[in-house]
């Protein structure tokens, strides 16, 4: 599988970015959804009560980078808050490989937001894709060859049609020799009663029967 494409995340807290304290930066692959990106940047960032994170808050973003990039026909990151209404947008939408965005980061109160949009969260699968997508990002990035979760299954359903294939070479062969040893059989009961076999194996015989000559 090629490398996932992806731009980076520079984040800094509240009151951080003047003196620009960098609370982590991301290599995001371009599938990820913005609201998956607002949940991990907090649950990075306020760790002590984590499992109230997508019940009670709500991770506000300022981007706050030098230069606005903007695509024909994309999304993009324009100066001040991420609007709400685009957290189901896939990072796709946004940006082209290999752009660096600086962002501030608060967390709120979603009982203090008006325009707050409730997202539909990942399913388990999309959520172990997306895992396995950063950790292919960042494994390119740090020189790091490994065979993930899905290289496993992709090897393991080419080995197993590999298998099929082979069952299925060994079913013609028996199948093969089973069909010559019926012909070896039959011959040897035509020539028991002298019975012409080409004339009973032609085709066009088919239809007729030879109770009478057996």
């Known amino acids: 599988m090629e490398v996932p494409k992806s731009c980076k995340f520079i984040i800094y807290e509240k009151g951080n970015e003047i003196e620009k304290k960098i609370f982590y930066t991301y290599n995001l692959p371009f599938e990820m959804r913005i609201y998956d990106i ?21 991770l506000e973003m300022e981007y706050i980078g030098a230069k606005v990039f903007k695509d024909f026909g994309k999304l993009f990151f324009d100066k001040g808050k991420v609007p709400k209404t685009n957290d189901s947008y896939p990072l796709s939408k946004f940006t082209s490989e290999e752009r660096t965005y600086e962002f501030v980061v608060y967390r709120v109160n979603k009982k203090d937001l008006d325009d707050y949009i409730p997202v539909k969260m990942m399913t388990k699968e999309e959520a172990k894709r997306i895992c396995e997508l950063k950790q292919r990002i960042d494994d390119h990035i740090n020189g790091v060859s490994r065979i993930y979760e899905s290289d496993w299954e992709k090897i393991e359903k080419e080995d197993e049609e590999r298998r099929e294939r082979e069952r299925e070479i060994l079913r013609k062969k028996d199948e093969e020799e089973l069909n010559k040893e019926r012909e070896k059989l039959y011959k040897q009961s035509c020539d028991y009663y002298k019975i012409d076999y080409n004339y009973y194996n032609n085709p066009y015989n088919k239809n007729k029967k030879y109770e009478d000559d057996w």
């Open 38 to 58: 607002r949940m991990e940047i907090m649950w990075d960032i306020y760790t002590n009560d984590r499992d109230e994170h997508e019940e009670l808050y709500y």
